[in-house]
């Protein structure tokens, strides 16, 4: 077990990616703190992970919210008494042309995808200082590097926000043994893209080399590897995980 002993906060692990990397991080001995908006979907994470025999929590907080993440993070301590792993997962998409993107819509995908790193970031620092130790991962998008092609413009600004935060992150918390990533994913099967438009799906499906898009699990592996010990002399990275469709 890669992560026995360690306590791992993941936000949005109600489903999609973040529940696959919560079942990824608890199979390596991780306790999991299944954080998500909806508290009956993380609920739903924790009765998988507690069904396979490990250790689960489940925490309602919306990450944009300052009061709603400290709370967390006080009840994470009171449970588990340290906080090894936070992964900044949570996320909302938005297709919205760009001529049509309300002042609330930005500020709303802002808030969430964008200040809700640097909110979770700021509340664990403290407590991964003291142990001088820390592994943060932020799940950032493709659309975040080569700007909103299906995405809208107001989702691909706040990903490339969060890979910037990322590298800020890395340099000022490297002192104190703090290792600070992200995972750029291209097309992954959840959710969020389900409901896509058959014609965009073929169109990304031709430009990806490996012909087919990603599962939740693949993003979670890379997760996995960003947490443990096999990855500590890596900070400020961004790993694509997009089946080759670009290649920086
Ligand atoms: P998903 O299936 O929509 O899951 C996102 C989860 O986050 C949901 O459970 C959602 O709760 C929760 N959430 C939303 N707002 C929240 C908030 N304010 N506080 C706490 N939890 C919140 O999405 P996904 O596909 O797994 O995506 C996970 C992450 O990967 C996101 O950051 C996304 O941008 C990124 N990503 C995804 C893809 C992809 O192709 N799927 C590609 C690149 C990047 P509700 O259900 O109640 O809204």
Redesign the pocket.
């Known amino acids: 077990m890669k992560l026995k002993g360690r306590v791992a906060i993941v ?2 692990a ?5 529940r696959a990397i919560a079942i990824t991080l608890a199979r390596e001995g991780a306790n999991i703190v299944v ?4 508290l009956q ?1 993380a609920e739903e994470t924790v009765k998988i992970i507690k069904a396979m025999g490990y250790e689960a929590l489940a925490i309602k ?4 919210n300052k009061n709603e993440v400290d709370s967390m993070i006080k009840k994470t301590l009171e449970a588990f008494g340290r906080i090894d792993i936070l992964v900044n ?5 938005s297709s919205t042309l760009i001529e049509n993107i309300t002042e609330q819509q930005w500020n709303r995908i802002m808030d ?2 964008l200040k ?1 790193v640097l909110l979770c970031s700021q509340a664990v620092i403290k407590t991964m200082k003291n142990q001088r130790f820390g592994k943060i991962v932020n ?5 975040g590097k080569v700007g909103g092609i299906f995405s809208g413009a107001d989702y691909a600004a706040s ?1 490339a926000g969060v890979i910037c935060l990322t590298k800020s992150l890395a340099k000022q918390l490297a002192p104190y043994g703090i290792n600070v990533n992200a995972i750029a ?4 099967e ?4 389900k409901y896509w438009p058959k014609e965009v799906k073929e169109s990304f499906l031709k430009q990806i080399p490996l012909g087919r898009f990603g599962k ?1 699990e693949e993003v979670a592996e890379v997760v996995l590897f960003l947490v443990s010990d096999a990855s500590n002399y890596i900070t400020g990275e961004i790993i694509d995980v997009n089946g080759g469709y670009l290649m920086d």
């Open positions: 936000t949005g109600g489903r999609g990616i973040g954080n998500d908006i909806d979907a907080a919306d990450v944009s997962n949570a996320g909302i998409f969430v995808n809700g799940i950032t998008s493709l659309a990903k994913p291209g097309v992954i959840t959710d969020m893209t939740p």
